[in-house]
């Protein structure tokens, strides 16, 4: 997927599309803890 590489490269658009990865991979982690 060369868009999201495209994102990676670019340094001020990767911050804003970098902000939501980050929160779900919380999430994901709550829900493992919730499950645990």
């Known amino acids: 997927m060369p868009v999201s590489a495209g994102y990676l ?3 001020p658009s990767a911050q804003i599309p ?3 990865p980050p929160v ?3 999430d994901r982690l709550n829900n493992r803890n919730d499950h645990v």
């Open 9 to 11: 490269t670019a340094g």
């Open 18 to 20: 970098s902000a939501p």
């Open 24 to 26: 779900d991979r919380e």
